[in-house]
């Protein structure tokens, strides 16, 4: 009951951008997916130590673009994507070692490493948008 009122509040803003809502709520299902996954792992020290880096740069994306979308620039607004951009392409190298070292299920880190790179072209596309658009702000 109280996460669905939290649930409604949160949807109460006015002249919310429902592409950037769907987009962020990507970006948290799959900081919730890397978590799963991170738990699936073994408790050995190289899993361990790969889990730690995982968990870090899978979780970081979601709440930098949260961070983007408050921005007080258009060129914040670039840095932030970018921020979260990079955490992403680190998360696609973890995810890439955790297949080639652990047994564990393929196909959840398939779709894992596919939404991924979906997530990282669509943050590149909106970057690329945001430049163009600081280039027209300034006349250029």
Not at 6 to 30: C, H, K, N, P, Y
Request: with cysteine; hydrophobic share 45%; proline share 1%.
């Amino acid at each position: 009951m109280e996460s669905n009122l939290l649930s409604a509040f949160i949807g109460m803003s006015i002249g919310r951008d429902t592409r950037a809502d769907g987009l962020e709520g990507r970006l948290v299902q799959f900081a919730i997916d890397i978590v799963k996954v991170v738990g699936e792992l073994p408790q050995n020290f190289q899993a361990k130590h790969i889990a730690s880096q995982l968990l870090r740069s899978g979780t970081a994306a979601a709440p930098n673009y949260a961070e983007a979308r408050a921005a007080e620039s258009r060129a914040d607004f670039i840095h932030k994507l970018g921020v979260a951009l990079k955490e992403l392409n680190e998360t696609a190298v973890w995810l890439r070692i955790i297949r080639g070292s652990f047994h564990m299920e393929t196909n959840l880190l398939a779709i894992l490493v596919a939404e991924n790179t979906d997530l990282c072209r669509i943050l590149v596309a909106s970057i690329q948008t945001a430049r163009r658009n600081k280039r027209k702000d300034n006349g250029h």
